[in-house]
């Protein structure tokens, strides 16, 4: 483990590797590590730069198997090469969030993002905190395909947002159908 690295999880070692390149970052890619925690799935969270700190990287992917880590998130800002980085020095799935960090909000980590060569595949979420959310659960679904408790939790955590979704369109029916007293008569329908 880094010394840069922080444990997210007291619930057993981490099967999720959460990488950015600053601390400036955090904020967005603590999104993934709380999406994980919902999951009960431990993760950590560590900088470490393709660009400033290679070596760090590379000592960080030479330990993802004996650690038991199964899934790498990495925050790609800019030129987005943090990724495909670990991508090209590790067998596991790697997703890449692509981070509005430049002056063009993001679309140039996206599409570098998406733009890896063949044979080192990078799974590209949404830009910000959206795909760190959604990192966070495509790495759920990875690690479900060998688990069955977590597959239920996925099914659980997907009827939660269509019932969220029902409970809104209810209430919007139901704001349409009972006219407020603010409303003139000539709009109540």
Known sequence: MTRSTKRRSRTGSP????LMGSDSDLAVMGE???VLEEFGIPCELTVAS???SPALVARYASTVDRRGIQVLIA????AAHLAGVLASLTTVPVIAVPLASSPLAGFDALLASVQM???VPVAVTSVGAWGARN???LAV?????GDAGLRVKLAEHKRRMAADVGKKARHIAESLATPSASTPPSRRR
């Open 32 to 34: 993934a590590a709380r």
């Open 75 to 78: 925050g790609a800002g800019g």
């Open 141 to 145: 679904q990875i690690l479900a395909t």
């Open 15 to 18: 099967r999720v590797g959460i």
């Open 135 to 137: 990192a966070a659960i």
């Open 50 to 52: 393709a660009h400033r």
């Open 117 to 119: 060569p063949p044979g």
